[in-house]
């Protein structure tokens, strides 16, 4: 085995160790565990964990459960599962999102006084799910989430926008209840674990969902689909966060030590530019001892009108790569947890000092201008690919520096 192949594996190996903590199916079957609930239950989840969630419920659970629904991503949903599943678009809305907001208010009021709900809710709930006000049509919610993806906003921002827009977002899908309370479970995907942001806080007692005001500067043809108010819905809403970035990286963390490597976590500062954060990554790591360095969290990338393969994480690894060139003991995995960055299948990449050799017929830095990063990556034969992770709580990015 290369040199090159074992740290592949070796990095792949810690990244699983951290999918495997926070996956859907065993932080809910703990947590509700934990709470429990006396009498019946109705389950909602919805977002790219649904299905793996609302098997931890399942287990956890079992006969209490009266009602349940599953909104997840296409080709995310298990059918094994005994409920409706629905599946829908993502990262853009589709026609099935607004089959899914129907579908979901139909279970919402359906739910008898007597019978506790219970939602899980992980990351894609945004775009999985919509009910929209009769004056916006789905080409126009497209057109909005189209402009929102590829502006450079953080997520805190998109998700704003996103609940001045709809109906349900915001806490508003709390007017459909008959209850005074209900719970909810929140796997983050969102810098600082906010839970009025996770999901575009679509439960979360929009006491504590600020209007979007001037948070946000919105082009013109953006601002007349704004909802100046955000009616208030007086529910108590229990919410729990039960995985985080930072607990996928105390994971590695512990994996790494265990195998006797030095370790050096950086924390959750993957925010910001996609290229600004290649430069301090590659400065930290010219810097700094050798080991395991590890960092968190979710950068932001502005795309051109017509993007080609790959996210924000392809085009870190590509930015990375160019950076470390011919530079010896050096390898980088930059990975999505829940397995697709962008609007692709591919979590990510693992590079090195020879990624840019491997690809010598590709120009790097014309692929990273055309958001073109995955056609290079897959050249070089450096992507990396996981499959559907049942969890997703923003992206790692984890190094090795020799000698280790």
Request: net charge negative; aromatic share 4%; hydrophobic share 40%.
């Amino acid at each position: 085995m290369s040199h090159n192949h074992q740290h592949k594996l070796h990095l792949s190996q810690l990244f699983q160790s951290a999918l495997t903590a926070v996956n859907g199916r065993t932080v809910v079957e703990k947590k509700l565990a934990e709470l429990k609930f006396e009498g019946k239950v109705a389950v909602v989840a919805i977002g790219k964990a649904a299905s793996d969630m609302m098997r931890g419920a399942i287990i956890a659970l079992n006969d209490k459960i009266d009602s349940a629904l599953v909104i997840t991503k296409s080709g995310h949903a298990d059918s094994s599962l005994d409920c409706t599943c629905i599946e829908s678009g993502h990262p853009v809305p589709d026609r099935q999102s607004l089959e899914a907001g129907r579908k979901l208010l139909d279970f919402l009021i359906n739910v008898p006084a007597d019978v506790e709900i219970i939602a899980l809710i992980s990351g894609g709930t945004s775009s999985l799910v919509e009910v929209l006000p009769d004056h916006i049509s789905l080409h126009e919610l497209q057109k909005i989430n189209n402009w929102l993806l590829s502006s450079g906003l953080t997520i805190h921002e998109i998700n704003k926008v996103r609940q001045a827009v709809s109906l349900i977002k915001g806490g508003k899908a709390l007017s459909y209840l008959k209850h005074k309370r209900m719970t909810q479970l929140l796997i983050s995907d969102v810098k600082h674990d906010s839970p009025e942001i996770i999901g575009s806080g679509i439960f979360v007692s929009n006491k504590a969902v600020g209007n979007l005001q001037n948070a946000v500067k919105l082009p013109d043809w953006l601002e007349k689909y704004i909802q100046k108010e955000i009616p208030r819905v007086a529910l108590d809403v229990d919410s729990h966060i039960i995985a985080s970035n930072d607990m996928a990286c105390q994971a590695i963390i512990k994996k790494a030590k265990k195998l006797s490597h030095d370790v050096t976590y950086h924390g959750q500062t993957l925010h910001g530019d996609v290229f600004e954060i290649a430069e301090s990554i590659h400065k930290t790591l010219l810097d700094t001892q050798a080991g395991i360095h590890l960092w968190g969290g979710e950068t932001t990338l502005a795309l051109p009108e017509n993007p080609g393969r790959g996210g924000r994480n392809q085009s870190l690894a590509l930015a990375l790569a160019c950076l470390v060139e011919n530079q010896p003991g050096i390898t980088i995995l930059i990975g999505a947890t829940d397995g697709s960055d962008g609007p692709t299948e591919d979590a990510g990449a693992i590079i090195d000092g020879f990624t840019l050799r491997r690809a010598s017929d590709f120009k790097a830095k014309d692929y990273l201008a055309k958001a073109d990063a995955g056609t290079f990556l897959a050249e070089a034969g450096d992507l990396f690919s996981t499959g559907p992770t049942g969890t997703n709580v923003m992206d790692i990015v984890i190094a090795i520096k020799e000698p280790i």
